[in-house]
């Protein structure tokens, strides 16, 4: 007899293996077996019971697990430590029914953890396994419920989406795009002056301070100040009159504590930020990384360490001669984390190298990255001489001086900053960019002389466009999803062609912009606010303080109050085919029979394009895809339906005599492509040879 124990990832389940022993075999689901309906909404009101079914191309391995589970003594349920995994091991329980099974839960794959994880394997938290499935249904309701109608409103070419979570998140990239289109930029003035160092050929700077100006002046205060010819007038008062005086001197130590170990969105953004990773790539190279047993587990909220991995970073530091602080760093988490288990860390702190991860693979490198953070996590903080000095002019008006400061930094301790000096910090705050500007030592009340007077003119900027990793933060600090769905949310967007990239900045597309000019404001769900509230009544839910079916029903019986308002709206259509226009642009008549219009088929990722005049006509083509648009059809591959190698369907086209000079099998069509007449071969997609039209007739010459 044997224990059998159950995990996601066949990766894992070897990795595991190695540390069990003879008593125990590893097998691995590969994830979920089981969902909702492909094809149905697969839930109804009151009870909101889901309809599972297992996957048809998981039906083997559940078939062998099944095996697995009646020859077991018992069976340990594996699965990640979080709400996805938990609702994994439920479903595995429902549907292998073993005699006896346990829950097992591990932070890291080491021999360690997973023997103490067999000790205290428990009972599955059906808390957590609720809070999976309203989430999963809410989800299925939105998309079923809202889905079809936008594409019913817009009559649109392809399949329009929307989503609880995929919403809000296109709402904040709409929003941005919004902001960036209607600003307008303004010219805006400084003044700096320059001094002269005592004993060095370099001098040293201070800039303007432009609000006690206008406070003196009894104008309003602004952010920058727009007036040229104002700034030239002082400009030339300071040549005439180059005199200042040290007003005052400000001397202190700053401190930039160490940053905590990375939680799953901080990663994401870092892994961005240092690495040029995409989100969902950051998380399969993760994946890859815990399931080699090199990190601990990566989906996580939390900022903390276990006191054992705290020590033996701070062993491992003092003995590599960092210093350490007299007590281990901490630090508090948010108040909606939702797990218990620690920071993402190596399993082995000692351990540099990303162990069969070569150091220039993308794994190496995320390592590294987790690596430098954990071990920098426990370091004493970076010290600085932060110094500013206050001068007066003067040249004086409304009866004061003219205003002019100087600030600088200069490192004095490194701390952190000697193990990873790129940096491990997400962000640099503004007062860091000063960082080595260094000035004087000089006392108050000494009388200087301007040796250097310039205006600069800069120009305010938009908002600046979302990267990976600032949308990231940006979804977090909303309360829109979880960390662990960031990378499926921003997929989906991708894929549905909502958003697009260039470089490392996000765009809006207008298809994106168009599903939010008919939804915001429409439906409760695309809104920032409501989002947080419902992902704050799953946590709920997590917690046993709020039930399944209330949250449900809410959501649902709001929704379709929503859904009957916009059917009831006289106006929603009319806006509806102005919001066409722009994410589709004008209709796609068929140019066969030239009364259907072209219409998407297929799924998101695989589609075609056919004429809605089907089946009196059989028109059908593929589709070209561009960065930033939505799929259109691709005239230059159109085809009729055949029934045979000469159906009839065929003769409306004008053949040629001749046989394509490819496959030497089928004849040439005329058709209408974007760029006017070309011959093809009427046996696509086998064979795509296309050639020019000469006067009626195949250029074939100038085939391909």
Known sequence: ?????????????????????????????????????????????????????????????????????????????????????????????????????????????????????????????????????????????????????????????????????????????????????????????KLSVGFPWPGKEEGWKAQWLHKPFQQASQVAVTEVFTQFDVVRGLEDAIKKLP?????????????????????????????????????????????????????TYHR?????LSEEATMAIREWLTSNKYPVPDKPNKWSSKADAQEAHEAIRPSD?????????????????????????????????????????????????????????????????????????????????????????????IAENTRLQCKELSVTRSATKPPPRFTDASLVKALESHGIGRPS?????????????????EGRKLFATELGMGIIGLTRGRFSFVSLDFTRMMEGALDQIAQGQASYIGVVAYQHDLLLKE???????????????????????PQQICPICKVGEMRRRGSSTNGFWGCSNYPTCTATCGETKSRGKAPAPDLASIRLKSTGSEASSKAELVKSDEKCPKCKKNHLALRNGNNGPFWSCLGYPKCKFSTNDDGGKPAVSSGK
């Open 1 to 189: 007899m044997f224990d059998l124990v159950v995990v996601e990832s066949p990766k894992k389940a070897k990795t595991i293996s190695k540390y069990l022993g003879d008593n125990f075999k590893v097998a691995a689901s590969a994830g979920h077996i089981r969902d909702l309906p492909a094809r149905e909404m697969g839930v109804e009101a009151p009870h909101y019971r889901p309809q599972y079914e297992v996957y048809d191309e998981k039906k083997k391995t559940v078939g062998w697990l099944k095996k697995l589970a009646q020859e077991a003594r018992s069976v340990y349920l594996a699965t990640d430590l979080d709400r996805e995994g938990e609702a994994i091991a439920w479903h595995l329980l429902e549907v292998l029914k073993p005699k006896h099974h346990k829950r097992m839960v591990f932070n890291e794959i080491t021999k360690k953890a997973l023997l103490a994880a067999v000790e205290s394997a428990g009972q599955i938290d059906m808390a957590k396994v609720a809070a999976q499935e309203a989430r999963r249904v809410s989800d299925r309701i939105v998309g079923y419920t809202v889905s079809p109608l936008l594409t019913e409103l817009t009559s649109a070419p392809t399949h329009l989406s929307a989503g609880r979570v995929q919403s809000s998140a296109l709402l904040l990239v709409v929003e941005r795009e919004e902001a960036i289109r209607a600003f307008k930029s303004i010219d805006y003035y």
């Open 485 to 501: 769905t960031y990378a499926s949310t921003m997929a989906t967007l991708f894929k549905r062609s909502y958003i697009s990239k």
């Open 563 to 585: 859904v009957a308002g916009i059917k009831a709206d006289p106006t929603i259509t009319a806006l509806a085919q102005e919001k066409r226009l722009l994410m589709f642009g």
């Open 243 to 295: 005199v200042f005086m040290v007003y005052k001197v400000e001397s202190k130590e700053a401190l930039r504590n160490a940053p905590p170990p990375y939680t799953t969105s901080t990663l994401q953004q870092a892994a961005s930020n240092s690495l040029g990773m995409e989100v969902d790539d950051t998380m399969k190279r993760a994946q890859a990384l815990f399931e080699a047993g090199l990190i």
């Open 300 to 304: 996580t909220d939390s900022v903390n």
């Open 349 to 441: 702190v000692a351990n540099l190298e990303a162990g069969e991860f070569s150091a220039d693979s993308p794994e190496g490198k995320l390592y590294k990255l987790i690596w430098q953070r954990t071990m920098a996590s426990q370091m004493l903080p970076a010290r600085y001489n932060a110094k500013k000095i206050l001068l007066l002019s003067a040249v004086k008006v409304a009866d004061q001086h003219l205003q002019f400061l100087a600030t600088g930094r200069t490192l004095t301790s490194p701390g952190w900053l000697a193990l990873t000096p790129e940096d491990a910090a997400v962000e640099v705050s503004e007062d860091e960019n000063e960082e080595g500007n260094a000035l004087p030592e």
